[in-house]
């Protein structure tokens, strides 16, 4: 079974750019999270989408807004791009269900450094 | 809320010597516990869980870690740790019966192997 894939893995872009990045989660996952990773903060939770709606949202300013498809697919955007958001993006797609336990299942990951 | 706090950031070890990273959850109700290992340029894979019963549960790469509610911890050991266990080490929780909410993670403890 393949596991979740995210493109791209690595990406430079200058402040006030905008970035999408892409997700797919396993198969049969029907939920996907992003999280953020920086050296200060760790892993900061972004969103999770299911069945194509946002069902949580972290601490994140507006520039950041994410989507999922009907294949379950997932995409992140981030405008307006700042020094500050520079770090390693990470997707995680889950199995949702009455035993659902929240163990997660990530990427490796979209390294994104912002000059 | 929920939240984790892993007391060490950073962890050096000779190799063959044994480890322990150490993590505190709060939570006033029941959880699901979990570490989460990351490689060099890689995202996060699953270690091990707690999810209920034995309070003891092992990896199948020597790793174990013990439950304990009533000092709110979840420590990871090994014996004897390897070059190869080199990695960081994420301790996260969910809280059981709390719906959808998203795993929370601490912010990682580095262990670095010294041959």
């Known amino acids: 079974k393949a596991g979740v894939t995210q493109t791209p893995r690595y990406l430079i872009k200058t402040r006030g750019q905008q970035v999408t990045l892409s997700c797919s989660p396993i198969s049969g996952h029907r939920s996907v999270s992003w999280y953020q990773q920086t050296p200060g903060q760790g892993l900061q939770f972004l969103f999770e989408y299911f069945s194509e709606t946002q069902r949580n949202k972290g601490n994140f300013p507006g520039r950041f807004s994410g989507r999922q498809f009907s294949n379950s697919r997932s995409e992140m955007n981030v405008s307006t791009l700042e020094l500050g958001d520079s770090a390693l993006y990470l997707c995680?797609?889950?199995?949702?269900?009455?035993?659902?336990?929240?163990?997660?299942?990530f990427g490796e990951g979209s390294r994104l450094t912002v000059l | 809320a929920q939240s984790v706090t892993q007391l060490d950031s950073q962890v050096p070890v000779f190799e063959e010597a044994p480890v322990e990273l150490r993590c505190n959850y709060s939570s006033s109700v029941s959880v699901y516990l979990f570490w989460y290992v990351q490689y060099p340029n890689q995202g996060l894979q699953l270690l091990l869980k707690?999810?209920?019963?034995?309070?003891l549960v092992e990896s199948i790469n020597g790793f174990e870690a013990e439950f304990n509610k009533s000092q709110t911890s979840f420590h990871l050991r090994k014996p004897s740790v390897h070059i190869s266990d080199t990695a960081e080490y994420f301790c996260a929780v969910r809280e059981v019966l709390s719906g959808n909410t998203p795993l929370v993670f601490g912010k990682g403890t580095r262990l670095s192997v010294i041959a």
């Open positions: 707690y999810l209920s019963g034995s309070t």
């Open positions: 995680a797609s889950s199995l949702v269900g009455t035993l659902n336990t929240g163990e997660l299942f």
